[in-house]
């Protein structure tokens, strides 16, 4: 393992990490709903208008769900040190709002990045870092202020040399 320093800031607390990362798939989400609503205008019957407004809220409320939960699960975890050496590996990482570190030998560590379609149904990729100690998924640091998909390969390509 070679040596490699990093150190973020952490951009915000997780609640408004968490606001500002449900922005736009919120938006959007609203903006289909009041476009699937719009529709209604098309259908003859008054049944139908009600099915489709009716099943347009069930599907409105879901995807809200949805996109919490997702966008929640980029939030929790947020890298703000790494250090790698020969020696040992140090990491300072919050769980939501809770400052962790995290210590070891290098052999007990693993870092992986990995990809993923983008959660606002664009076909972009989206990157992230899993950090393993002793085998188990500690941390997963999704692409934010600070971190990039460059700065995964320098970690994972440090952690392996």
Known sequence: MSDYEINVPIPAPYRPRLRANLRTPL????????VAIGFTTLMKTVFLRFFVVLL??????LAIILQIQWASKEEIYFITHLKLSPEKVEISYTEKDDLHNLEGKPDEFRF?????????????QQSYLE??????????QYIDEGWSDLK???????SQN
């Open 27 to 34: 938006i959007m989400t609203g903006v289909f709903a009041i």
């Open 56 to 61: 347009d809220a069930i599907i409105f409320v």
């Open 112 to 124: 992986k990045k990995k990809e993923i379609m983008g959660r606002t149904g664009s076909s972009y």
């Open 131 to 140: 950090v393993f100690h002793q085998g188990k998924l500690i941390i997963r």
């Open 152 to 158: 995964f390969i320098e970690i994972v390509h440090a």
